[in-house]
């Protein structure tokens, strides 16, 4: 059961970064977009993209890799807190997106697309630190 969960694991991780690192994208297009039709189809792509697939993969990533964690005895490894910080700030990446969505949907973005290539960058430091912290288990 444990290499299952593992692989349900990995494949709920690749979903929620893949959302991560296009969510932000997306906003950069979208605040250079300004009033129009395609304004609100950068809307209709952000609202599914987060709901649908970037949320799902976050619950079903969390709930496996804490499975996981307890199963394998990690929970007492100083990687791993290592790691469980990273990942709440991964979560808090997630939700903040969530928040400029939001905005974006009530045509009331204040940032400009110089503000989202920076925020598109956060997740990938994160995974970075993340996937070196999982393979290498310096502590």
Partial sequence: MYVWIKALHVIAIISWMAGLLYLPRLF???A???EGPLCETFKIMERRLYRYIMTPAMVVAW???LYLAVDSGALSSGWFHAKATLIVLLTAAHFH???LMRRFAQDANIHSPR???IVNELPTLLMIGI???VIVKPF
């Fill in 28 to 30: 950069v297009y979208h």
């Fill in 32 to 34: 250079s977009a300004g």
């Fill in 63 to 65: 709930l496996s890799g």
């Fill in 97 to 99: 997106d969530g928040a």
């Fill in 115 to 117: 503000y989202y290539r």
């Fill in 131 to 133: 996937v070196i912290l």
